[in-house]
Structures are given as C-alpha cells and as structure tokens.
C-alpha cells in the first residue's frame, strides 16, 4: 500500500481525557448517487463498521451508515489515560474491505 | 450418623452443582455485552426512511425523553451539506449507545456509537441533503434520551 488510508492522532489534555481522532481516506459513496455521465446509479460503498481499543481491550464501536461524509473524520474521548497507552482502530465497509492503525498515546505524530 | 454423612454428601453434591451452575450463569452474563458491542451492524435500522422506524429498529419502541444533559456542538448553518460538523456530549450516567440522525435525509441514520468504556462523546461530519433537525438520541441506564438542532443547509450533499 502506497498510502496510509487511515490516521490516527491522540491529543491528551492536563487532566488526563484524551481524544482519538480517526481520519480515513473513503468514497463513502451512498447508492443513491448517479452517474452523471451514464445516469446510472454509483453502487454503494461505505464504512460500517469502526472499533476502538485501547490496550487491546474494545471500548467503543461505532456502526456508519452512508450519510458519513466522504474521508471520514469521526473521534471519541477516553478518561485517564496514561502515557504510554496504545490506541487501535479498526474498520471495515460493506465491500469486505479493511484497514487498521495504531498508536500510542504521548508520542509525537 | 450414616443418614447425616449421608445428607451432608447430598448437600455438598448439591452446593457444588449449584455453584457450577452460577459460575455459568455469572459468565454468561459477564459474555453478554460484549457479543452486544460486536452485534451486526444494524441493516434495517440504516435503511429505515423515517427517523422513528430507524428509532424503533435500533431501540424498540421505548419513548425518548428530551434532555438539556445531551450538549450539541454543531453550526446553525452550513454552506456545504456534504461535510457538516457535528459534536455531542452527553452528560448522562452509563451511557450504552448514541445514535445520530437526520430527519430530512433519505436514509435518516447516520451512526450509532457503542460505548465501553469511552466518554459518551461523538464527534463526527455528516451529510444532509436539505435544512434538517439533526437529532442525538442517547441510551442511559435502559432509558432513552433526545435532543435536537436544526442546521440550515444552503447546498445539499446528497446529489
């Protein structure tokens, strides 16, 4: 793969909350678009499914559906995190594609 | 004495089966959340066209109170329906599941979170096709808790 699809970053503040924001390069097409050359309908292809874990333990998991924006941002808050925690998303679309990323928390980039 | 050593086998026979059957109990129960989180994703609720069957799919037909403890953070109006901003908050105790929806989209449901052990916090960008109430609908303690804003939209994302 040429390109990373998926980024995470982490961004801890003072009293330990962290948030994980999540960005994925994906058409999340909706099915219901034409084509506007062939006005045929673009078939469906969107991200369902995102899984966050934190030390390897899940805890949230998101369901899109396809009114998720193109290239997806979507980030959610963890409490008392410590340095040195490892964050991992996970995601999957209707077409049986998937990616992951990893990181850890109070590293740079 | 026989008939005491006898009964007091029983018993224990009786306490070890009985404690075998609540540790099974007791792990069956510790298993049920997590198969919850990694249900299926929701086909019905995401194809739903109205905001309350995608409601009635994904929660059954309990009633949402409004709540001024779900905090939205999105703008009033937005010049690109394609990429709206959208943040919530939830300030509720044992938060399980939010869910997010568009009334006047095509598809209402835009994404449900399930919590376990994150902040009941969402933060995502959505598409509208038109001025919608966008709606945040949050589960707490088996209770459903809603709140609204209407996002004005000068160019639909949906085309």
Not at chain 2, 95 to 104: D, I, M, N, R, Y
Request: proline share 4%; aromatic share 6%; charged share 25%.
């Amino acid at each position: 793969m040429a390109e990373k699809r998926t980024r995470i970053r982490t961004k801890t503040t003072d009293d330990g909350t962290t948030e994980i924001f999540v960005l994925v390069s994906h058409p999340m097409e909706t099915g219901l678009r034409l084509d506007p050359q062939t006005q045929a309908k673009v078939p469906p292809h969107f991200i369902q499914k995102m899984t966050f874990l934190l030390n390897g333990k899940e805890v949230a998991i998101a369901d899109l559906g396809i009114a998720v924006s193109k290239d997806p941002l979507i980030s959610i808050r963890l409490k008392k995190t410590k340095r040195g925690d490892r964050i991992k998303v996970l995601w999957s679309d209707n077409k049986g594609d998937k990616d992951e990323a990893e990181t850890t928390i109070g590293e740079v980039g | 004495m026989k008939i005491v050593a006898e009964a007091n086998r029983s018993r224990r026979v009786f306490l070890k089966n009985g404690l075998a059957l609540a540790a099974i109990g007791f792990a069956s129960y510790l298993l049920k959340p997590l198969r919850a989180l990694a249900a299926e994703w929701p086909k019905n609720a995401f194809e739903s066209k109205k905001i309350d069957e995608a409601l009635q799919s994904l929660f059954g037909g309990a009633q949402a109170t409004t709540s001024a403890s779900i905090r939205i953070n999105a703008p009033y109006q937005a010049e690109n329906g394609a990429t709206v901003r959208f943040v919530a908050t939830i300030d509720l105790p044992n938060v399980s599941t939010v869910a997010v929806l568009v009334e006047k989209n095509e598809r209402p449901l835009v994404m449900t979170m399930n919590y376990a052990g994150a902040e009941p916090y969402i933060s995502l960008r959505l598409k509208m096709a038109q001025t919608s109430d966008v709606y945040v609908v949050a589960k707490s303690q088996g209770k459903l808790y809603i709140a609204k804003q209407n996002i004005k939209v000068t160019v639909g994302g949906c085309g």
